[in-house]
């Protein structure tokens, strides 16, 4: 019998690490069914938990975003994350589609509820919510209802965030962290200045080069850094291929 092939891969779009990957369902106050995937480390428990909320649904957002896809295919393996993904109401995916119709970011509120709860009862451990776009402003405008760990925001554009609901974070311990690209679509960092002023408490990274949806290897690699470091960042540098390799420490001196 052959042995198998250990020869490291590099980590790129496409490559799916080891995880315990679970199709779950989750329930709103309205009675709504959510489809959606927990993955977690194969090995050992998770340290935290990443809450992922996908852009609009209405301009093809939904779960499987390539970030969110990305964030569940390799942070359980590089840094012992759990990652939770759903389809907020009425969104489709090759996982399915939740029920209901899209509710403009209000409606909403019930599915983060939902997925809190679901946090709760598998007793996920320190739960970050993790906004994409659209994700962001349900990430700001109802993160504080749950014992959220944190928050990180990609690509904000503060469509539908209030200065007061900004306002309303400086009264919370949970670290905010907005990586806002240089080149957005919707909010550039001159503009991130200008509107995050009501909210001095948050980090801001602003990232030269980077695109509203990130969309290449070394974007991708950025914003999972700046996950990681945000909520394990003894993880960094997050490995490159897989298996990772370990640098061989030089032989001794000869006598």
């Keep these: 019998m052959n042995a198998p092939d250990t020869t490291p891969v590099d980590i790129r779009a496409g490559v799916e690490l080891p995880a315990i990957r679970e199709e779950i369902e989750l329930r709103t106050a309205d009675g ?11 090995d050992r428990p998770p340290v935290a938990t990443l809450v992922t909320l996908h852009p609009l649904p209405t301009a093809g957002g939904f779960m499987d975003s390539h970030i969110l896809r990305k964030a569940a295919a390799r942070l359980p393996a590089l840094a012992d994350l759990a990652v939770l993904r759903f ?29 809190m709860d679901f946090v709760a009862a598998r007793g ?17 405008k109802y993160g504080l209802e749950h014992g959220i760990a944190g928050a990180i925001l990609l690509s904000p554009p503060l469509h539908r965030t209030t200065d007061e609901e900004l306002r309303r974070w400086n009264g919370s311990a949970a670290p905010i962290v907005a990586v806002i690209p240089e080149h957005d679509d919707y909010l550039k960092p001159d503009q991130a200045a200008e509107r995050f002023a009501v909210l001095p408490r948050l980090r801001r990274v602003d990232v030269a080069g980077g695109r ?28 490159t291929t897989w298996p990772p390799t370990i640098a061989t420490p030089p032989a001794p001196p000869a006598d």
């Design 32 to 42: 709504l069914r959510l489809v959606g995937e927990l993955a977690t480390p194969v």
């Design 212 to 239: 509203h949806l990130w969309v290449g290897e070394s974007q991708t690699r950025r914003v999972l850094d700046e996950i990681v470091a945000a909520v394990n960042p003894s993880a960094l540098p997050l490995p």
């Design 124 to 140: 996920l451990p320190n739960p970050w919510l993790v906004g994409w776009s659209f994700g962001t402003e349900l990430a700001l």
């Design 87 to 115: 389809n907020t109401r009425g969104t489709s995916s090759p996982r399915g589609t939740s029920e209901g119709a899209f509710g403009e970011g209000v409606a909403e509120r019930a599915d983060v509820a939902a997925a």
